[in-house]
């Protein structure tokens, strides 16, 4: 079992930046992919970012390419999500995902989930 705990959220307006972070439990954090989703109401679960478990290859959404980083420390069992340059569009609930072997882009494929954190971006 891996359990998944998201931070970070909150309101800010368009432009700027919020810092989201994720903390692993369980099982050993490094043996898992790790990713990010976002879920806006009325819509569905969409891909963000995911990272490989030594963190040297990341892959992104294209809405989200530029402005947003993930990266993750597994020495501290944490990933995190920089959002820079925020835009309404962005307004969701923001998951953050665990899975050994995932296909990145499809939510299905991921086996871990946290409870999300909420993202509201203001014009």
């Known amino acids: 079992q891996v359990q998944l705990v998201e931070s970070g959220g909150g309101l800010v307006q368009a432009g700027g930046s919020l810092r989201l972070s994720c903390a692993g439990s369980?099982?050993?954090?490094?043996?898992?992919?790790m990713g990010w989703f976002r879920q806006a109401p009325g819509k569905e679960r969409e891909f963000v970012a995911g990272?490989?478990?030594?963190?040297?290859?990341?892959f992104y959404a294209d809405s989200v390419k530029g402005r947003f980083t993930i990266s993750r420390d597994n020495a501290k069992n944490t990933v995190t999500l920089q959002m820079n340059s925020l835009k309404p569009e962005d307004t969701a609930v923001y998951y953050c995902?665990?899975?050994?072997?995932?296909?990145?882009?499809?939510?299905?494929?991921?086996?871990?989930w946290g409870q999300g954190t909420q993202v509201t971006v203001s014009s």
């Open positions: 990272i490989i478990w030594t963190g040297v290859r990341t």
């Open positions: 995902a665990a899975d050994s072997e995932p296909d990145y882009y499809n939510s299905d494929s991921w086996y871990y």
């Open positions: 369980g099982r050993t954090f490094s043996d898992y992919a």
